[in-house]
């Protein structure tokens, strides 16, 4: 994979300046990131399902 490749997989960054945000801004920007959570921690737990299942069929060990 090329750099460029790998550059664009990674999360986005933060705003620069959230200062100048109103409050109702910055709690649906809130929101917005609690929702990113809870799909990224259901994308891990189904990810370690996978590795789990992958050890117990080839005899490795599972992630904790």
């Known amino acids: 994979m090329m750099d460029d490749e790998i ?5 986005g960054r933060m705003p620069a ?3 100048s ?3 109702e801004d910055l709690q ?3 929101d917005a ?3 990113e ?5 259901a994308l891990i737990e189904q990810k370690n399902k996978v590795q ?3 050890a117990a069929l080839f005899g490795g ?3 904790e």
């Open 21 to 23: 945000w109103n409050i």
């Open 33 to 35: 990131m609690k929702a």
């Open 7 to 11: 550059e664009r997989l990674k999360p």
């Open 37 to 41: 959570i809870i799909r990224v921690e």
């Open 17 to 19: 300046d959230m200062q």
């Open 28 to 30: 649906v920007y809130i």
């Open 61 to 63: 060990s599972a992630p």
């Open 52 to 54: 789990s299942a992958a």
